[in-house]
Nanobody, 125 residues
Framework: QAQLAESGGGLVQSGGSLRLSCRGS????????IGWFRQTPGKEREVVAC????????YYADSVKGRFTISRDNAKNTVYLQMNSLKPEDTAVYYC??????????????????WGQGTQVTVPS
């Protein structure tokens, strides 16, 4: 059974860093487009970063470009989201998802088949 599990969230001061991990089981993340999304109460899940299955190209939302980095460790079947220079507006529940049909970048959460349980990131103002 395909599953994703996030870890690494927490409370961090403004300007600080966190690294989120998304570990896969039951399927190989390397062969799937993996996205990191975030969601706050009352809002839709929004894409933060994505890494494609075909050539590992990456996409970043404008709000995180230059601060966040998505990467893979295929040996660990894990995708990471390194978050630097965190801001209060980054506060959200962060989810990783797998779009098993996409070959390239996939930005719509409705296209994703598998999701982790989410991890809370809090940056106090």
């Amino acid at each position: 059974q395909a599953q994703l599990a996030e870890s690494g969230g927490g409370l961090v001061q403004s300007g600080g860093s966190l690294r989120l991990s998304c570990r896969g089981s039951g399927f190989t993340l390397e062969y799937n487009t993996i996205g990191w999304f975030r969601q706050t109460p009352g809002k839709e899940r929004e894409v933060v970063a994505c890494i494609s299955s075909s050539d590992s190209s990456t996409y970043y939302a404008d709000s995180v470009k230059g601060r966040f980095t998505i990467s893979r460790d295929n040996a660990k079947n894990t995708v990471y989201l390194q978050m630097n220079s965190l801001k209060p507006e980054d506060t959200a529940v962060y989810y990783c998802g797998a779009d098993i049909e996409a070959m390239g970048i996939s930005k719509l959460y409705t296209e994703y088949k598998y999701w982790g349980q989410g991890t809370q990131v809090t940056v106090p103002s």
